[in-house]
């Protein structure tokens, strides 16, 4: 998409604000290549062939890691001491080692002999190859399917939420949905399921709220989803949560099973599940790291930030996460076109003004991200249950979304954050979107700010404010400004929060075979 520069914004200020954004974010990154954590190691041994869970439902690459934690450690990897077991036991399938790991019938050791630890590292290697070759051409039968079918001709992607718990449920919705008009389907997930260290194994039909993410449930979905792409004549896209203690684990089942979007917001899981920050940002750097090799594009979580921040005070505050999503997903690897970053229309609507301060913020985000699918998501805040008032604030939505260019909008519905929607909610949300973007889909061609007016001057003061935010953050560090409440009002010291007892500091014989793949395409 080309975006026309309308807010006249200083080309000095914004080179500004990536110089900070990259100096506030390059002491977490070191963080992150310094670090290790157990779910990059289970993510490891996954792409290394480990398959199925006990029979308590907990998956073998969790008994298999645990294993090697207690017996040799973390800091070294699993890799080494895992392909030198197999090696020394004559077990040849890694999901058999972490069966017998698991009874206690195999002991883990990081070899002493440097012929030993070369031979664990080359059999290591060509087994996490393999996974990565897997995703390799997952992403090149995606391209396939794409020139067949092709993609939708208008921009923004409509972008529908379904999830019933019950993936067999969720298929035929998910399908009506793209028959309505929709070109991605987010499958929410289960309602804390970013809290559990172990991603479930299996077809699920018991999830609240949203439908537990699974290798299988991602496999039928996207099956599901191919055939009406072919029924249709354009690819359907899905979209998952790549997020929460099993952030690397999910994003590697995403790539094997060919998902094109999942959210992966660098502090969202901070933030807004206590998982701690050590442990988020090693996690999503390796999450990253796999989803540029899918070809997958991310979608980041700032609008979570204005539902408990208010959104006008804040709006500075999405800005400056923007950009630091920005540079961690550049170091990871990622394009341009694969970062749908997040933004959203929460301001108070009886607030004067109102929807002029929402077009400056999402016109601001357009122009500062020409080249990303930004992902525009509708209001929730204000929803109070006047489904014709909602209707209309989705309206005023979906006409922002159209004036400003957007890559994905997020369909809005009139019960949103009241009840769960039911299926005539989303048609009727469907009517809205697609009333407002065949009469002006294209307006964004036409639409221009007044020179030295309100919208202008309102995107100029929140860069100026990211900015100083940026400055500050430089001198004090993110970590602590993640520790002070800076992002939606929440504070996450770097020493609290869940999962940070499975982070570890890498010793100098550190070895990732995964991450040595990843980074030698690059």
């Not at 601001?364 to 249950?385: N, Q, V």
């Not at 400004?481 to 009002?489: C, L, M, R, V, W």
């Amino acid at each position: 998409m080309t975006v026309a520069r309308k807010l006249d914004l200083d080309p000095r200020v914004v080179r500004k604000a990536r110089r900070l954004a990259a100096r506030a974010g390059r002491p977490v990154v070191d963080l992150a290549r310094s670090h290790t954590t157990v779910s990059v190691e289970r993510a490891v041994l996954r792409l290394a062939g480990v398959r199925g869970a006990d029979p308590d439902g907990i998956p073998w690459v969790n008994r298999l890691v645990d294993a090697v934690r207690e017996d040799a450690g973390l800091g070294h990897g699993v890799a080494v001491p895992v392909f030198h077991a197999m090696r020394s036991t004559g077990v040849d399938d890694v999901t058999v080692l972490a069966q017998k790991a698991a009874a206690g019938a195999v002991r883990f050791v990081v070899p002493p002999k440097k012929a030993e630890a070369l031979a664990a590292r080359r059999a290591a290697r060509r087994a996490a190859n393999d996974g990565v070759r897997v995703i390799d051409r997952r992403r090149a039968e995606r391209e396939r399917l794409i020139r067949r079918h092709g993609d939708p001709e208008q921009r923004p992607w409509i972008y529908l939420i379904v999830a019933t718990g019950d993936i067999h449920e969720d298929i035929p919705q998910a399908q009506a949905a793209a028959r309505a008009g929709a070109d991605v389907i987010a499958v929410i997930r289960s309602t804390g399921q970013s809290l559990l260290d172990y991603v479930p194994e299996g077809a699920t039909r018991e999830g609240f709220a949203g439908t537990y993410a699974t290798q299988e449930n991602f496999r039928l979905m996207r099956a599901a989803l191919d055939e009406t792409s072919k029924e249709l004549g354009r690819y359907v896209r899905l979209t998952n949560y790549a997020s929460g203690l099993c952030m690397p684990e999910i994003a590697a089942l995403a790539g094997l099973e060919r998902l094109d979007m999942m959210l992966n917001d660098s502090m969202y899981g901070i933030l807004f599940r206590d998982i701690n920050p050590i442990r988020t940002f090693v996690d999503q750097r390796f999450s990253r790291q796999v989803h540029a090799r899918a070809g997958i594009i991310i979608n980041t979580g700032e609008d979570n930030y204005l539902t408990t921040a208010d959104a006008v005070e804040a709006a500075h505050t999405v800005t400056v996460s923007q950009l630091l999503n920005e540079f961690f997903a550049h170091e990871a690897g990622l394009a341009d076109w694969q970062l749908g970053l997040g933004h959203a229309f929460e301001i108070n609507p009886d607030l004067p003004d109102s929807f002029r301060l929402e077009l400056a913020h999402a016109l601001l985000a357009r122009e500062l991200f020409p080249d990303a699918p930004l992902k525009w998501m509708p209001p929730t805040k204000h929803m109070t249950g006047d489904v014709f008032r909602g209707n209309l604030l989705d309206g005023f939505f979906n006409l922002a979304g159209a004036l400003t260019g957007q890559g994905i909008l997020l369909v809005g519905m009139m019960t949103e954050a009241v009840v769960t929607p039911w299926l005539s909610d989303r048609d009727i949300a469907l009517q809205n979107v697609r009333y407002v973007l065949t009469g002006a889909g294209r307006l964004h061609e036409d639409f221009v700010p007044a020179p030295g007016g309100f919208i202008q001057q309102r995107a100029h003061q929140v860069l100026a404010e990211a900015v100083d935010l940026l400055e500050r953050m430089v001198d004090d560090t993110l970590l602590n400004a993640i520790a002070d409440g800076t992002f939606g009002i929440m504070k996450r010291p770097a020493d609290r929060g869940r999962g940070l007892d499975g982070v570890a500091k890498h010793d100098e014989d550190y070895y990732n075979p995964v991450t040595e793949a990843l980074e030698a395409a690059r």
